[in-house]
């Protein structure tokens, strides 16, 4: 059976699937109805769905797009562009959470929204998890505090500093500055505090496959997704950046969590009921730009 058929009872040869498909698998006089070409669709068509969402007579059935999945957009839902760039203005990173658990419902929810991300060539590679036991995220935490001991141990080297000054002279004041930031994250850790994850109940980690090409980018635009999410179902997140870098160098966190060997954690995601709401936004850097 084709992947692809077109009813010609119901083409109006618009050929708007022949101008979207990304693969090309599909061609036209213009005149007549378009001509999938089966040939080369096992090898060229990435499921993107282009196809069958923008056809206007429903002419088009994909055999990996069965029936009740594809859905008409409710376009009465769709924001304004002043409401999303507000809703964007507005989000920030929440680092304060109630002593409240999330409940298994939304979290759900903003996985699903996840999943609507941008993937390069459509492969889709982002996988989830999600901790909320308790004593898995104290483990987390405290490895993810052993890494940064490490580093700043690293840091403080006089040999090691130098060798970064030499090696990467442009970026080697940047570097040697974190030890401050990880010697104080250290401190904080030795007197009980949690500036690892701060005591947010839910942390979601973005996994992949590491062989697969920019599976680092697909499973960044999924947590971003999520991280704009969370803030619609009034909840607060923050990026988790030195637990993904402490997985990287020590696999214990992601055995904790049931990681397979040959996938890579590309984000962390710490999910929670903030404690506060912040009313107004604040400016950012003016944007560098160079126009060719």
């Known amino acids: 059976m084709p992947r692809i058929t077109i009813n010609q009872d119901l083409c109006n040869k618009c050929n708007s699937c022949v101008e979207v ?64 760039k507000e809703i964007l203005r507005s989000i920030r990173s929440i680092r304060e959470f109630k002593d409240k658990p999330v409940e298994k419902e939304l979290i759900e929810k903003i996985i699903d929204v996840a999943r609507f991300a941008p993937s390069a060539t459509n492969f889709q590679t982002t996988e989830y998890v999600v901790v909320q036991n308790k004593e898995v995220l104290t483990k987390i935490i405290n490895l993810t505090y052993s890494y940064l001991a490490k580093m700043s141990k690293l840091l403080h080297n006089q040999i090691v500093s130098s060798l970064i000054r030499i090696v990467l002279p442009k970026n080697a004041k940047e570097i040697i500055s974190y030890r401050q930031k990880f010697d104080r994250y250290v401190k904080a850790y030795k007197l009980g505090k949690d500036k690892i994850l701060y005591n947010a109940p839910v942390l979601i980690l973005f996994h992949a496959d590491k062989k697969t090409p ?44 049931s990681i397979s060997t040959s996938n890579k954690i590309y984000g962390g995601l710490a999910i929670g009921y903030p404690k506060v709401k912040y009313n107004k936004w604040v400016e950012r850097k003016k944007p560098r730009i160079k126009w060719v």
């Open 21 to 84: 498909c990304p693969a090309e698998i599909f061609a036209s006089n213009k005149e007549d109805i378009p001509i999938f070409m089966d040939s080369i669709a096992d090898e060229f068509c990435i499921s993107c769905g282009h196809c069958v969402a923008i056809c206007p007579k429903n002419a088009i059935n994909h055999k990996n797009f069965q029936e009740g999945q594809v859905t008409p957009i409710k376009k009465e839902l769709i924001p304004s562009s002043d409401q999303i």
């Open 214 to 257: 920019f599976a680092d980018v697909n499973a960044n635009l999924a947590l971003h997704n999520a991280y704009v999410y969370c803030w619609s179902l009034g909840l607060g997140s923050f990026y988790t950046g030195f637990v993904v870098q402490a997985s990287h160098y020590n696999t214990e966190i992601k055995r904790l969590v």
